[in-house]
């Protein structure tokens, strides 16, 4: 026996002979995948007795280099597994078939890595104890195991007989008479590596059948012209071609034969169509229109309701129309509508006349633009995002007749009587008013008019001073009111009885308990109007400001005295604080 150590522990493993325990007992007996291993292993010089911890992993070292197999089929290149298998060890010596599923973490070995010439088992050991080590070197799977590969030949599996392992000739017409090879000796799955129906002198043909109907349920065919599928219902008729002859077409059919889908690629494009129930074209999609591609979508009468078209030339954009349920455009998208390559959405009405256009810029120097109009088609609204060179826009709306009656013009300078302003109302060429950034001009047909606010026709207004209600307002104040308003600031100036009585000696304040009994029985302060008193009177503002300054020093005499009584209680506590500590 050879002696082996571990390189991270001491232990030292005996190895045997490897041996199939396996047999083939008739010509077509599954073999399994089970190699019987046996062994002895020591820790510390010791023979093991108890359930060891195996990892397990056959390995091609020199055309793969990889894990052929392991134990939990996790090992990558030689790479230890993730999964321990344990196994009953009686001093030093186990026996374990490798490949054995009712093991724990133990996974079948397959047949097809004895194809291999030059295999090596490596083996990982742990006492529960230390760490797994590997034990080295790995042990050379000898002739034994091949004989898993030769029991192969005891049964032809799936795919096993392959063009490669058929010497030319081996195989004569004469051996082989019609209808000598039935599904009876053909397994219910076969993988054929190479098939040819046809040859040079014949057209190929593969014909499915249906069984007992004698009906034919699908066709391959190749001739000159190219070659074509067909596949068929259960009363043969045809539903569905795939054929590559004169053009490459793909064309799925319903039951009753009516086709619902053509694909179709020739030297001009490709074109998919799709039809309805009855058989009537619903979505067109080509590939080449005039040099361009084009969607189509249709009612199912046939009329056009949406349409999108690549761009044609290098100077044309793509486009998307929208149409109504008679056909007339009702949307239109332009990716380049004009020729400096400006894009274009169009809303219109029922007879085909534009009501609604979003233009985009057409050249640095000039802006996007929303036109809004009439059903007749007259511009009412224009939103201009560059009008003039500077880069300023412009909002503009006309009257119904296309007549321009309020323009605002963030970049329109100073309002003057020959034009200008950021805005601009009424006609220009009429009486109009020009607003800029610190004025307001009244102009009719470029002369100087008056302004007016007018209320009841006796209105004035003034730019130096303001005066409401009066044509003589009071010297020396920038706005006048006939009434009871004078300002550079507000001033109240009834102060008569100011409220200042609340801090005499003599003042009745009213205790907190009769205040709570007030408002919950009359819902406001004691001496404050009710809110709908206010609401039918108004508000006295020097009455209500002496009534609020009552309140406010009525709530300040409340707060004082309970600060005080507070300040009692705390001397209080003070003073019971003081005598619990002597009694503690």
Not at 99 to 105: C, E, T
Not at 499 to 520: G, K
């Given at each position: 026996?050879?002696?082996?150590?571990?390189?991270?522990?001491?232990?030292?493993?005996?190895?045997?002979?490897?041996?199939?325990a396996?047999?083939?007992?008739?010509a077509?007996?599954?073999?399994?995948?089970?190699?019987?291993?046996?062994?002895?292993v020591?820790?510390?010089?010791?023979?093991?007795t108890?359930?060891?911890?195996?990892?397990?992993?056959?390995?091609?070292?020199?055309?793969?280099?990889?894990?052929?197999?392991?134990?939990?089929g996790?090992?990558?290149h030689?790479?230890?597994?993730?999964?321990?298998?344990?196994?009953?060890?009686?001093?030093?010596?186990?026996?374990?078939?490798?490949?054995?599923?009712?093991?724990g973490?133990?996974?079948?070995?397959?047949?097809?890595?004895?194809?291999?010439?030059?295999?090596?088992?490596?083996?990982?050991f742990?006492?529960?104890?230390?760490?797994?080590?590997?034990?080295?070197?790995?042990?050379?799977?000898?002739s034994?195991?091949?004989?898993?590969?030769?029991?192969?030949?005891?049964?032809?599996?799936?795919?096993?007989?392959?063009?490669?392992k058929?010497?030319?000739?081996?195989v004569?017409?004469?051996?082989?008479?019609a209808?000598?090879?039935?599904?009876?000796?053909?397994?219910?799955?076969?993988?054929?590596?190479?098939?040819?129906?046809?040859?040079?002198?014949?057209?190929?043909?593969?014909?499915?059948?249906?069984?007992?109907?004698?009906?034919?349920?699908?066709?391959?065919?190749?001739?000159?012209?190219?070659?074509?599928?067909?596949?068929?219902?259960?009363?043969?008729?045809?539903?569905?071609?795939?054929?590559?002859?004169?053009?490459?077409?793909?064309?799925?059919?319903?039951?009753?034969?009516?086709?619902?889908?053509n694909?179709?690629?020739?030297?001009?494009?490709?074109?998919?169509?799709?039809?309805?129930?009855?058989?009537?074209?619903?979505?067109?999609?080509?590939?080449?229109?005039?040099?361009?591609?084009?969607?189509?979508?249709?009612?199912?009468?046939?009329?056009?309701?949406?349409?999108?078209?690549?761009?044609?030339?290098?100077?044309?954009?793509?486009?998307?129309?929208?149409?109504?349920?008679?056909?007339?455009?009702?949307?239109?998208?332009?990716?380049?509508?004009?020729?400096?390559?400006?894009a274009?959405?169009?809303?219109?009405?029922?007879g085909?006349?534009t009501t609604?256009?979003?233009?985009a810029?057409?050249?640095?120097g000039s802006?996007?633009?929303?036109?809004?109009?009439?059903?007749?088609?007259?511009?009412?609204?224009?939103?201009?995002?560059?009008?003039?060179?500077?880069?300023?826009?412009?909002?503009e709306?006309?009257?119904?007749?296309?007549?321009?009656?309020?323009?605002?013009?963030?970049?329109?300078?100073?309002a003057s009587?020959?034009?200008?302003?950021?805005i601009?109302?009424?006609?220009?060429?009429?009486?109009?008013?020009?607003i800029?950034?610190?004025e307001?001009?009244?102009?009719?047909?470029?002369?100087?008019?008056?302004?007016?606010?007018?209320?009841?026709?006796?209105?004035?207004?003034?730019?130096?001073?303001?005066?409401?209600?009066?044509?003589?307002?009071?010297a020396?104040?920038?706005?006048?009111?006939?009434?009871?308003?004078?300002?550079?600031?507000?001033?109240?100036?009834?102060?008569?009885?100011?409220?200042?009585?609340v801090?005499?000696?003599?003042?009745?304040?009213?205790?907190?308990?009769?205040?709570?009994?007030?408002?919950?029985?009359?819902?406001?302060?004691?001496?404050?109007?009710?809110?709908?008193?206010?609401g039918?009177?108004?508000?006295?503002?020097?009455?209500?400001?002496?009534?609020?300054?009552?309140?406010?020093?009525e709530?300040t005499?409340h707060?004082?005295?309970?600060?005080?009584?507070?300040?009692?209680?705390?001397?209080?506590?003070?003073?019971?604080?003081?005598?619990?500590?002597?009694v503690?």
């Amino acid at each position: 026996m050879k002696s082996i150590k571990t390189m991270n522990m001491s232990k030292t493993f005996w190895l045997a002979a490897l041996a199939f325990a396996v047999t083939v007992t008739t010509a077509f007996a599954q073999v399994p995948g089970i190699i019987q291993y046996q062994g002895r292993v020591t820790s510390n010089g010791t023979n093991f007795t108890g359930t060891g911890q195996f990892k397990f992993a056959i390995i091609e070292p020199v055309a793969t280099g990889d894990s052929l197999w392991s134990n939990d089929g996790t090992s990558v290149h030689g790479s230890e597994p993730t999964k321990f298998t344990p196994v009953a060890v009686q001093d030093g010596l186990f026996i374990v078939g490798l490949g054995d599923i009712s093991l724990g973490n133990m996974l079948t070995i397959p047949a097809s890595i004895f194809s291999y010439e030059n295999l090596q088992l490596r083996i990982w050991f742990s006492d529960g104890v230390g760490a797994f080590a590997a034990l080295s070197p790995d042990q050379k799977i000898t002739s034994v195991g091949f004989a898993m590969k030769a029991a192969i030949a005891a049964t032809v599996s799936d795919g096993a007989i392959t063009s490669d392992k058929i010497a030319d000739g081996a195989v004569l017409g004469p051996k082989i008479g019609a209808n000598a090879i039935t599904s009876v000796e053909i397994a219910d799955t076969l993988t054929l590596q190479r098939l040819d129906l046809g040859g040079p002198l014949w057209n190929g043909t593969l014909n499915l059948w249906a069984v007992g109907a004698n009906e034919s349920r699908g066709l391959l065919t190749g001739d000159g012209s190219g070659s074509e599928l067909q596949l068929r219902f259960a009363d043969s008729s045809t539903g569905a071609v795939l054929s590559a002859k004169s053009t490459g077409l793909l064309s799925l059919r319903n039951s009753v034969g009516i086709e619902g889908l053509n694909l179709k690629s020739s030297v001009n494009g490709g074109d998919l169509t799709l039809r309805n129930g009855a058989g009537n074209l619903s979505l067109l999609l080509t590939g080449d229109f005039n040099d361009a591609g084009r969607i189509q979508a249709r009612k199912p009468d046939g009329v056009v309701t949406a349409e999108i078209l690549g761009a044609a030339t290098a100077s044309t954009g793509g486009r998307m129309t929208l149409r109504r349920a008679e056909g007339h455009a009702s949307v239109i998208v332009d990716a380049e509508n004009g020729a400096s390559g400006g894009a274009r959405v169009a809303l219109t009405t029922g007879g085909g006349i534009t009501t609604a256009e979003l233009l985009a810029a057409e050249i640095a120097g000039s802006g996007a633009e929303l036109r809004l109009g009439r059903a007749n088609g007259t511009t009412t609204v224009v939103v201009d995002a560059e009008n003039d060179a500077q880069g300023g826009p412009r909002l503009e709306l006309f009257t119904g007749g296309g007549a321009s009656t309020m323009v605002l013009l963030p970049g329109g300078g100073d309002a003057s009587l020959g034009g200008g302003g950021l805005i601009r109302l009424g006609e220009f060429d009429s009486t109009n008013l020009g607003i800029d950034d610190n004025e307001i001009m009244a102009r009719k047909n470029g002369v100087s008019s008056p302004l007016f606010l007018n209320y009841g026709y006796t209105g004035v207004v003034h730019t130096t001073r303001m005066a409401i209600n009066t044509a003589t307002p009071a010297a020396g104040y920038a706005l006048s009111v006939n009434g009871k308003v004078i300002c550079e600031e507000l001033v109240v100036q009834d102060s008569a009885n100011w409220p200042d009585y609340v801090f005499a000696d003599d003042y009745d304040l009213m205790p907190l308990e009769e205040v709570e009994a007030s408002i919950q029985k009359h819902k406001h302060l004691p001496g404050i109007a009710s809110a709908k008193k206010i609401g039918e009177e108004g508000i006295p503002l020097g009455q209500i400001q002496k009534q609020m300054m009552e309140k406010i020093e009525e709530l300040t005499l409340h707060l004082i005295q309970q600060n005080k009584r507070l300040q009692a209680q705390e001397a209080e506590l003070g003073q019971l604080r003081s005598r619990l500590d002597v009694v503690k």
